[in-house]
């Protein structure tokens, strides 16, 4: 099977929480890009307010998620598989120390764009965003907020 640059591999909410350094929801507060030191690729930072911890610990109340792609100046980049963020935004993340900025509290996505839920008002977790090539089953597409919690638990 051929697969493209757009398209990923299922990754079940099981490889998520085990892969995860930290597990949130909460409500993004500020996202902002802007390119890195060499200007030759742009970052976009989103800034969440934790709500609750699921697995690991934070001594902070918000955690700042770096991933490439966002828009300064006119000029864009477009990152396919990578979630993106607006402003008052209720989130359910996979997350995992960023290797770029190992020594701040900055934080990159489990997985992509699998590893954020967006949280709806009749609460429920969603995703989407990307396609996925082999297993669909593996991955919770729309799921209970309360029902991706139990499973968080039973493999962290």
Do not use: C
């Amino acid at each position: 099977m051929k697969i493209s640059y757009a398209t990923m591999l299922g990754i079940s909410t099981q490889k998520l929480t085990q892969d995860s350094d930290l597990i949130i929801d909460g409500t993004v507060i500020d996202v902002y890009s802007a390119w890195d030191e060499t200007s030759t690729t742009i970052y976009t930072y989103a800034v969440v307010e934790i709500q609750n911890i699921h697995k690991g610990s934070s001594e902070n109340k918000n955690v700042t998620l770096m991933y490439r792609g966002g828009e300064v100046d006119n000029i864009g980049l477009k990152i396919s598989d990578q979630a993106e963020f607006k402003k008052r935004e209720n989130v359910f993340l996979f997350l995992k120390k960023s290797k770029k900025e190992p020594n701040l509290h900055m934080f990159q996505i489990t997985g992509k764009a699998q590893g954020k839920y967006s949280i709806t008002k009749d609460n429920r977790a969603v995703k989407k965003g990307f396609s996925v090539a082999g297993n669909e089953n593996v991955v919770d597409y729309d799921i209970p907020v309360d029902l991706l919690i139990e499973e968080v638990r039973k493999y962290k």
